[in-house]
């Protein structure tokens, strides 16, 4: 069964703190993405990644970076984690813009 | 930024009843997706509907297509408590390069 892995279901970290957020894609995936969802916003696009090494901004990158030293695994940093950071994480890895994506299952991230 | 915009955001129904949810978005797009989310999880494809075609269907799920309108709707027919969760439209547009989501429908079946 093809999946997206989230490393953690629930993380709580203290403000200051570095956070890394790690996906990992069994499907030989291109393309992958990280979005942040908050009541009211719905899902708003960080970063993604259309192959290893290369990254781009999406709609909310500021406070946020990215890493993707192979194909299969894409992780979200957080430099210095602050309150308003306080979301749930999702992943998605999708083959190209003409198929579905596929998601993790997320991360609820509570920065105190 | 949002391109698509749900409607209603939220709705509750009855076991058996079918459900209509609709989707609205700004520009072009190459194809619209919907997805599912059940509570505290992550997303779950449904269905795909490229630009040129107007009607889809996957088991109880029937999706419909109007460009002209820049509309979707998704219709759920003999719906179950199962299919209690929120629904998202998302659009793969031509002068990007990913899925922008709207801000979902909540459905409720009530057994």
């Known amino acids: 069964d093809v999946k997206v892995t989230q490393s953690s279901r629930y993380l709580v970290k203290r403000t200051g703190e570095k956070v890394f957020l790690e996906c990992v894609q069994d499907m030989d995936h291109e393309n992958m993405f990280w979005y942040r969802q908050d009541p009211g916003l719905g899902l708003r696009l960080i970063y993604f990644s259309y192959d290893v090494k290369m990254k781009e901004k999406g709609d909310i990158p500021e406070g946020y970076s990215v890493s993707r030293e192979k194909k299969e695994r894409f992780s979200l940093i957080l430099e210095s984690a602050s309150t308003n950071q306080t979301s749930m994480y999702l992943c998605?890895?999708?083959?190209?813009?003409?198929?579905?994506?596929?998601f993790g299952s997320g991360t609820r991230l509570t920065v105190v | 930024s949002q391109q698509g915009e749900e409607d209603p955001q939220a709705l509750s129904i009855q076991e058996g009843e079918n459900a209509t949810m609709n989707c609205s978005y700004k520009?072009?797009?190459?194809?619209l997706q919907w997805y599912r989310q059940n509570s505290g999880r992550g997303l779950v494809h449904l269905i795909l509907i490229r630009s040129n075609e107007r009607e889809k269907h996957s088991g109880r799920l029937r999706v419909t297509l109007d460009t002209s309108k820049k509309s979707s709707s998704l219709l759920i027919t003999a719906s179950r408590a199962a299919d209690t969760a929120s629904y998202f439209c998302a659009t793969d547009e031509t002068s990007g390069s990913r899925l922008t989501f709207g801000e979902g429908t909540q459905l409720t079946v009530n057994p």
């Open positions: 520009t072009s797009i190459n194809n």
């Open positions: 998605a890895s999708s083959l190209s813009g003409t198929y579905g994506y596929t």
